[in-house]
């Protein structure tokens, strides 16, 4: 009999078990704004990518095409890809054209935000100032960047002047609305306490105001950031002799998908970088601000 009871207690045990770590795992894993271990993050992280990059081979294997070429196929496979990035690099000077939109994204992002900032931060703190500027930022924002180059052409002209301006319109608008719900947002219950312990307006704006704003302006600018490389492309298909988009645009006439394919990926890979920096410099800068890690 005594040998019996541990069986029995274990076979017991088993459901009990299983019920508690189903709870544990749904309680870690599937519980709202509940972070999750890093190792995890990582590993979702990888697997994601491999599952595109399996779908990819698997819809370039259906749609391969035995009479023609491996390099102008529909659908290039992953490691054709691969072979004509380091070609690109090696015998087209694409690293050229990647500098020359480094350039322009940075440029024409840096102009829009040195103004959307400072606005969306009046237009968010001052009635007065957003009853001035929020109605026709509202009505142009909803203009499609890529419908006023033809414009900026006859304007401009094709130098670089008429690319960093779309990128201005792409981005500009949209920030500074979204730097004015940031301040908006902002409790004045805040804003009281300090002056109430006997703050100025000024120290109340630099001490308070500012540091409470500041972690989603960083965030806001992270956003944008993508739009601004969408609006760079769109301008450089149109009107440009050099640049990632003047790259694809040539590969196009060619017919050479995996050019294309492997101009788009490193477009992402300067995403990824760029987002990389910008959630560094926000960890860094404002390590007061909860975030959700595992």
Same mark, same amino acid.
């Given at each position: 009999?005594?040998?019996?009871?541990?069986?029995?207690?274990?076979?017991?045990?088993?459901?009990?078990?299983?019920? %508690?770590?189903?709870?544990?795992?749904?309680?870690?894993?599937?519980?709202?704004?509940?972070?999750?271990?890093?190792?995890?993050?990582?590993?979702?992280?990888?697997?994601?990518?491999?599952?595109?990059?399996?779908?990819?081979?698997?819809?370039?294997?259906?749609?391969?095409?035995?009479?023609?070429?491996?390099?102008?196929?529909?659908?290039? %496979?992953?490691?054709?890809?691969?072979?004509?990035?380091?070609?690109?690099?090696?015998? *087209?000077?694409?690293?050229?054209?990647?500098?020359?939109?480094?350039?322009?994204?940075?440029?024409?992002?840096? *102009?829009?935000?040195?103004?959307?900032?400072?606005?969306?931060?009046?237009?968010?703190?001052?009635?007065?100032?957003?009853?001035?500027?929020?109605?026709?930022?509202?009505?142009? %924002?909803?203009?499609?960047?890529?419908?006023?180059?033809?414009?900026?052409?006859?304007?401009?002209?094709?130098?670089?002047?008429?690319?960093?301006?779309?990128?201005?319109?792409?981005?500009?608008?949209?920030?500074?609305?979204?730097?004015?719900?940031?301040?908006?947002?902002?409790?004045?219950?805040?804003?009281?306490?300090?002056?109430?312990?006997?703050?100025?307006?000024?120290?109340?704006?630099?001490?308070?105001? *500012?540091?409470?704003?500041?972690?989603?302006?960083?965030?806001?600018?992270?956003?944008?950031?993508?739009?601004?490389?969408?609006?760079?492309?769109?301008?450089? *298909?149109?009107?440009?002799?050099?640049?990632?988009?003047?790259?694809?645009?040539?590969?196009?006439?060619?017919? %050479?998908?995996?050019?294309?394919?492997?101009?788009?990926?490193?477009?992402?890979?300067?995403?990824?970088?760029?987002?990389?920096?910008?959630?560094?410099?926000?960890?860094?800068?404002?390590?007061?601000?909860?975030?959700?890690?595992?």
């Amino acid at each position: 009999m005594s040998e019996r009871v541990p069986a029995t207690r274990s076979v017991t045990a088993s459901p009990a078990t299983a019920r %508690r770590r189903r709870r544990s795992f749904v309680s870690t894993y599937l519980t709202p704004k509940r972070g999750i271990p890093r190792r995890t993050i990582a590993i979702l992280g990888v697997v994601g990518f491999v599952v595109i990059i399996a779908v990819w081979t698997v819809v370039a294997i259906l749609t391969y095409n035995k009479d023609v070429p491996a390099e102008v196929q529909l659908v290039p %496979r992953p490691d054709v890809v691969v072979v004509a990035w380091i070609d690109m690099v090696a015998h *087209l000077g694409f690293l050229a054209d990647v500098g020359w939109s480094t350039f322009r994204i940075v440029a024409g992002f840096a *102009l829009a935000a040195l103004i959307a900032v400072p606005l969306g931060l009046l237009m968010g703190s001052f009635e007065i100032v957003r009853a001035f500027f929020q109605p026709p930022i509202n009505a142009i %924002r909803y203009m499609p960047a890529s419908a006023f180059i033809p414009l900026l052409i006859l304007l401009q002209g094709l130098g670089e002047t008429e690319k960093l301006t779309v990128i201005w319109i792409g981005v500009f608008f949209q920030l500074v609305l979204m730097v004015m719900d940031i301040a908006h947002r902002v409790p004045t219950e805040m804003l009281n306490v300090a002056y109430t312990l006997g703050a100025s307006r000024w120290t109340v704006f630099r001490k308070v105001f *500012l540091p409470a704003t500041f972690p989603e302006v960083v965030d806001a600018l992270r956003i944008t950031m993508g739009w601004a490389w969408t609006y760079l492309i769109v301008a450089e *298909l149109v009107a440009a002799q050099a640049g990632i988009g003047n790259f694809i645009l040539i590969a196009q006439r060619y017919f %050479r998908a995996d050019r294309i394919i492997a101009a788009i990926i490193t477009i992402g890979v300067l995403g990824l970088i760029t987002d990389f920096l910008f959630a560094t410099y926000h960890r860094w800068a404002f390590p007061y601000v909860e975030k959700v890690h595992g």
